[in-house]
């Protein structure tokens, strides 16, 4: 069964760090590029920012509000998606969630096909 | 960045409506437009892929159209399980951006 499942999420202090993670069974994990989008309470889905496939240079792009303080990392060999987010602002409460891409690999029918349920992030002042 | 503009931001339909949604983007994104229900609490899921493409096993009264940048979601008879907050996701140029959400509310 394809799944992504989130974990590290919980309750920070504005300044602090968090390093979440999206485990990853069921596909070929090597081959997608990896997202990670937020929704913070009550608002609507916002990107994050992703990690391509090692095929297209393993390479990040982020979103202007979180360039700088948070990096995408990953581990094939592990299957696994990391997002490290340092300098927590209360604006970074949200959940977290990662999506696969496979459009670089299989066409625009694996993109962003799959989606995690997501994990909490609280930011505390 | 790619402005994505979604319309109604919510609606109230009865079982059996036909529902129709919009997202106009603010340039040209040929065809790299998904579509997601989202219900509370859950991951979004997708309904369309490559702005009128139907995701495996979801039912066939979704249905989108469109390209460049005008692109609709319809749902043909409205189902009680339909009842949800639906968006458009660009994905041609990044940031990749969602439409703001439509809430589809019973009537």
């Known amino acids: 069964e394809v799944q992504l499942v989130e974990s590290g999420g919980g309750l920070v202090q504005s300044g602090r760090s968090l390093r979440l993670s999206c485990t990853a069974s069921?596909?070929?994990?090597?081959?997608?590029?990896m997202n990670w989008f937020r929704q913070a309470p009550g608002k609507g889905l916002e990107w994050v920012g992703f990690?391509?496939?090692?095929?297209?240079?393993?390479?990040?792009e982020y979103a202007a509000s979180v360039k700088g303080r948070f990096t995408i990392s990953r581990d094939d060999s592990k299957g696994i998606a990391y997002l490290l987010m340092n300098s927590l602002k209360t604006e970074d409460t949200a959940v977290y969630c990662c999506s696969r891409d496979g459009s670089g690999s299989y066409g625009k029918g694996r993109a962003f096909d799959m989606w995690g349920q997501g994990t909490m992030v609280t930011v505390s002042s | 960045d790619i402005q994505m503009t979604q319309s109604p931001s919510s609606l109230s339909a009865s079982v059996g409506d036909r529902v129709t949604i919009t997202c106009r983007a603010s340039q040209g994104i040929t065809n790299d437009l998904g579509w997601y229900q989202q219900k509370p609490g859950k991951a979004p899921k997708r309904l369309i892929y490559?702005?009128?493409s139907l995701q495996s096993g979801v039912p066939s009264r979704f249905s989108g159209s469109g390209s460049g940048t005008e692109f609709t979601l319809t749902i043909s008879s409205l189902q009680p399980e339909d009842f949800a907050t639906y968006y458009c996701l660009q994905h041609n140029s990044y940031p990749w951006t969602f439409g703001q959400g439509t809430k589809v509310e019973i009537k």
């Open positions: 490559a702005a009128s």
């Open positions: 069921g596909f070929t994990f090597g081959d997608y590029a």
């Open positions: 990690i391509r496939s090692r095929a297209f240079g393993g390479t990040t």
